[in-house]
């Protein structure tokens, strides 16, 4: 089974402020399987962002997805007060599929 | 639109069983694989069970293994979750999610149900 760390838990910033998201394999992937998830409370996660770098449908293009191996980074330039959420990394190549354990983007 | 309404959720004794449904639309079903990942009170997601589409083949997480079951029809655009020998642990939300691939196995999830809450307690 892959195991995917997230880091940090959580991210304290202001509106307007970058974040930066880390997510580790414990083996290496392939980018075309690394995906990236928002999920607000009370309501199911949002696809952002698959094959390690391609924005989902919809999804602005101040979220960018970068890395390879068993690195893989989201960065939210300018945070928005609609980005504070809950972010989810999964790898997404084989079975079993795993997420990480999430960081929370608070103000 | 796609458009993912789970159903089925519900209070359950420990050792108990529970069927979950998944009624899905905007979009071709039968070309697209489906799973269930579920998220236990203010815990992380866990993919849980996915299907095939076409021949269905289906994979487990090694905790469900054994205990439940997945199924879809594609006539019908539903996929379920026969669930079996139910646990504590097993509680949680239950979310329906759209594969991006035909293998049950393999790819991400471009699309969500709001979920359905499954809870496992006496």
């Known amino acids: 089974e892959i195991v995917l760390t997230q880091s940090p838990d959580t991210l304290s910033l202001s509106p307007g402020e970058r974040a930066t998201l880390s997510c580790r394999a414990s083996?290496?992937?392939?980018?075309?399987?690394l995906a990236w998830y928002q999920q607000k409370p009370g309501q199911a996660p949002r696809l952002l962002i698959y094959g390690a770098s391609s924005r989902a449908t919809g999804i602005p293009d101040r979220f960018t997805g970068s890395g390879s191996g068993t690195a893989f980074t989201l960065t939210i330039t300018r945070l928005e007060p609609e980005d504070f959420a809950v972010y989810f990394c999964?790898?997404?190549?084989?079975?079993?599929?795993?997420f990480g354990g999430g960081t929370k983007v608070e103000i | 639109e796609v458009q993912l309404l789970e159903s089925g959720g519900n209070l359950v004794q420990p050792g108990g069983s529970l069927r979950l449904s998944c009624a899905a639309s905007?979009?071709?079903?039968?070309?697209?694989?489906m799973s269930w990942v579920r998220q236990a009170p203010g815990k992380g997601l866990d993919w849980v069970s996915g299907?095939?589409?076409?021949?269905?083949?289906?994979y487990y997480a090694d905790s469900v293994k054994g205990r439940f079951t997945i199924s879809r029809d594609n006539s019908k655009n539903t996929v379920d979750l026969q669930m079996n020998s139910l646990r504590a642990d097993d509680t949680a939300i239950y979310y329906c999610a759209k594969g991006s691939e035909t293998s049950g196995r393999r790819g991400y999830f471009d699309s969500w149900g709001q979920g359905t809450l499954v809870t496992v307690s006496s």
């Open positions: 905007g979009f071709t079903f039968s070309s697209y694989a």
């Open positions: 999964q790898q997404c190549g084989s079975s079993p599929l795993t």
């Open positions: 083996q290496s992937l392939s980018s075309s399987y």
């Open positions: 299907i095939s589409a076409g021949v269905p083949n289906t």
